[in-house]
């Protein structure tokens, strides 16, 4: 146990890095931490006598039992370690960005549960309760002399484990890693696409409706003939449902199949109890309905319509018994509800016939409409009862990692139900209340447990607190992970309306009460859009904007009472902000003082800052991490009231066309307002100055080529009615309106990052708004993540420019 490498490695006053501490409290943690050093890898620390033992990851872990992932041993890293996430900067041991990839607890797979002694002897067998790695591996010294510090890590073969390609890279989150549209390839695991729940059914001749069945959402793979079954987060269904397996091995093709399995009554209406206890013996019949289908005999099938993939489903399943097409009607989506409610099935899922496949999102394209409220919920403990195993289960969901209480449900199960629940239980009962919060019980005594079970429950409606009213229980899901047990986004929009006509209208996120004031005020008179809109807009929109967002200090442009009345900038917030929202002092050689910025650094701080009227927000292109270095410039195309819109996208081709021959990649989004902006990723590889005076260079060329249509005067009237090359945007201090943020003009238009070729004539920018944007990015996912990424090299771009 010793810390001495770690420090003698740092410079805690130049990098974010915990200092070296011993905590010895060995509460069995560990973390996984995608690193983007000089290679890319991933770090696996384990909390081990008051340090974290830690392994370099070349490959990443692996969920595959067929897989061996070399890990190099590194020096020990204090427990603190266990929640660092940001960049570490350039200079520094290490330096690159470092994001956390999975972390849970672990705990020893054999009898002896002294891991001290099982790392001294190269042999650690584990077994991990993470959100990504589950079960059983073996962390295993190489014991060769020359490689004394390389072990290898192996996933055990047991109900976690796959047969499929596993690629930690495929369930990275996305804050560093650009996302695009892929094919698919018949060994990778997939992550189902996910629909959105609604409201209400509708009738349109667009949509087709499928009935909802209430079983467990698989994904099939069939492969010369064997056959994989997985869940959305890649956990093999084989051992559970051999019966399925031996009937989908009959199907010829080498397919990707989409579909939910459930275990029907004689009436024909799903049994998920009997589902969740399911074996030879149980009585109902097992089916597999499939209804889509997303590779086929060498092709991947997401770029096709719905339809056109489900209309060669009935053929590959010719010979099965057991999978059986979940056929769907057009049009009449009412009449289909209300008979599927008749016959007591749960409801329908309407889809567009048109709609591609998009792996692991949720989309607006597929709508779930139930008759019952219902909700997943992560077990947190139980009342105590005289009469029965226990009186209430206490439940909770996760918000941003923290939970949150939502209430107790007592019905719903039987005694005999009721201790089925208290086995499984009882392996993480704790002392503790799970919660950060202190709740009330009214009286009743609770026994804790750590927030591992999963129970879904149908309830009747949302109190004003935001607890369930009427929770009833339904059954225990085994086959989702507690991390994923949040309320959906669309629900905490629902919440925030709610409250409107309360006189106390709050709303509870990221554990922080905030206080959302006069949310009817019209913001928008031409359109109608109220302040309620604005927060809806960034509740929905907050994990693609935050990523350029966070850790950048805010210049505040407030407009309290809306577009038709003057705005106002608050760049100094000391003595201004709640206590918890956080700000980073910055010296200010003008104002010769330190100026209090804010950082909008969760979900919570972005409707806070929208409450006090930011209609846009505008960050810093420069993080608090290496605020001398900016992570892109910008080329600001700003037209005068002479021009057209089709001028500027003339420009900005032009433009596109000198960055490609000089091999610098760019990404162009709407200004919001009439221009538009391209950006070029830096990486935080170069100073402000550097990054100003290449885009001046740029824009030189880009001059040179469109006269009659450009200046880079900087005296307006000196332009002489001609569009601005504006390269002064990349300086330090200096901001500009954020991707996907809304901006204080007509319409609630939003600053829209656009693929090159949508970029050409007919292009509005009004077209990309507060209330189409949420759909736009279900559809396209972030278009302006690479921007965060590696940056431009400037010397070779300078290079390529005089020889042009």
Sequence with gaps: MSLEEYQKKRNFSKTPEPKAEVDASNKGRFVVQRHEATRLHYDLRLEIDGVLKSWAVPKGPSMSHRDKRLAVETEDHPVKYLHFEGNIPKGNYGAGDMWIWDEGLFYSGTKDSDLSNAYKNGDLKLVFNGKKLKGEFALVRTNRKETQNHWLLIKKKDDFSTDLNYDAEDYFSGKAKPETRSTLKLRDPVQPMLATPAKEIFNDPGWIYELKWDGYRLITHVSDGQVYIHSRNGISYNSKFPNLVQDLEQIPQDVVLDGEVVVLDEEGKPLFQELQNYSSKTKGALRYYVFDMLFLNGHSMLDLPLTQRKSLIPEVLEDTQLAIYCDHIESLGTAFYNKAIEAGLEGVIAKKADSLYDPGRRSENWLKIKAVESLEAVICGYTDSKATPFGSLILGVFENDELRYIGNCGTGFSVSQQQEILNKLEPFQQETSPFSRKIKLKGRKPNWTAPEVICEVNFSEWTRDEHLRHPVFKAIREDKLPAEITIPKQQQAENIQNKETTSDNTLEIDGRKLKLTNLDKVYWPDSGLRKYDLIDYYLQVADYILPYLKDRPENMHRHPNGIGRPGFYQKDNEGLLEDWVETTRIHSKSAARDIEYLLCQDEATLLYMANLGCIEINPWNS??????????????????????????????????????????????????????????????????????????????????????LTSMERVIKNRKGKIYLDYLQNRRGQTLASAYCVRPKKSAPVSAPLEWKEVKKGLKIQDFNLKNMPERLQQKGDLFSPVLSEGLNMEKAIEALEGL
């Design 623 to 708: 993080t608090i991490h290496n605020l001398d270095r900016p992570d892109y410039a910008v080329i600001d195309l700003d037209p005068s009231d002479k021009n057209t819109l089709e001028e500027v996208i003339e420009v900005a081709q032009v433009a596109r066309e000198i960055l490609e021959n000089i091999e610098v990649p760019a990404y162009c989004k709407t200004s919001g307002s009439s221009g538009l902006h391209i950006y070029l990723p830096l990486g935080g590889n170069y100073s402000y100055d550097e990054a100003r005076d290449f885009t001046k260079l740029v824009c030189y060329y880009i001059q040179e080529q469109t006269k009659k």
